[in-house]
């Protein structure tokens, strides 16, 4: 993933720079029995430029959220738009500005690498006489040049998801949804997508990306979402979620193996931990800060709604 194609003066992610938000979900909600929900009054946003991180348990309502966002189901109430386009009364504009990466890997087995490529970029109505550079690039961005004539049937898990990658890519989306796009990725390859999506960020394109590693949501997210049966617990920044934590100094007391933690103290700062260490005089500890998982755990096994970040 090494070029990345400059967005032409005419190319969706200029169209759809306005000033609608490249997504907007207000008050949604997906039923699938009598007060049973998926997703539960879902408010959510993404604004230009920005990489949105979602994360929560499995069966927290990420995937159903991707499939209302997408046009995949229709929501039980609530409203769904993409840059002003309602996804159901002006779903064809609606989808126009997406590239979508799905969890479930959906290729013709029977097609090739460069087929894929081929059809999907005619699909998505890119110009014949910019089609053939615009394929090289996204091949080249995506690191596909050896897997050209492959068949789908012959690719690995990660090689598929490497093609889907390169499939959302196609005609330079302004608004891409990628539900769990590093899934058998190894790490060479995961990074290389991390640094592609950073850089179609800072040239104006927004991500929504769903997750369950941690570091690729501190890594890449702008802000982080988290969803916990079927609502949204808390949305904010990094830098909000800690705040909000307080006392972000974490220090563990050890045993005399060093492995096993024996008491747990929280203080404002470093300066702080280290006069109470200086006066309890701990022979084993481990000083560290508040992750992200610290903030995951609190508010999915606390329900902290009502102290959730913003939204």
């Known amino acids: 993933m090494n070029s990345l194609v400059e967005i032409r003066a005419d190319s969706p992610a200029k169209e759809a720079a306005v000033s609608a938000k490249p997504l907007l979900c207000e008050g949604l909600s997906y039923a699938y029995g009598k007060n049973a929900f998926a997703n539960d009054n879902i408010r959510l946003s993404i604004g230009p430029g920005e990489i949105l991180g979602l994360l929560g348990p499995n069966g927290a309502g990420k995937t159903t959220l991707v499939r209302l966002i997408t046009g995949q189901l229709r929501p039980s109430a609530g409203h769904i738009s993409v840059f002003g386009f309602d996804m159901f009364r002006q779903q064809r504009k609606a989808k126009k500005s997406m590239g979508i990466i799905p969890q479930d890997v959906g290729l013709f087995n029977p ?22 550079a615009h394929m090289a690039s996204v091949v080249r961005e995506c690191g596909l040049e050896p897997l050209l004539a492959k068949k789908a049937s012959e690719l690995s898990f990660g090689q598929k998801r490497k ?27 995961r990074r290389e997508l991390w640094n592609a999506l950073k850089r179609r960020r800072d040239m104006g394109y927004s991500v929504l990306i769903t997750t369950h590693y941690l570091d690729e949501a501190e890594q890449l997210s702008d802000r982080i979402a988290i969803i916990d049966k079927g609502k949204i617990t808390a949305c904010g920044s ?45 022979a084993n500890y481990h000083l560290s800060r508040v ?21």
């Open 163 to 189: 093609l889907l990658v390169a499939l959302a890519f196609l005609g330079n989306p302004p608004l891409l949804i990628l539900d769990e796009p590093t899934v058998g990725l190894d790490p060479v390859t």
């Open 238 to 282: 990094l830098g909000e979620f800690f705040s909000k934590m307080g006392k972000t100094v974490v220090l563990k007391t050890l045993d005399g193996s060093g492995r096993n933690t024996m008491e747990e103290f929280h203080f404002d700062s470093h300066e702080e931990a280290h006069a109470f260490l200086s006066a309890k005089r701990y």
């Open 291 to 311: 992750t992200l998982e610290d903030v995951y755990l609190r508010y999915v096994d606390n329900q902290a709604a009502k102290a959730g970040v913003r939204e």
């Open 111 to 132: 097609l090739t690498v460069r087929q894929h490529v081929s059809f999907f970029a005619a699909l998505k109505g890119i110009p014949r006489a910019d089609r053939d």
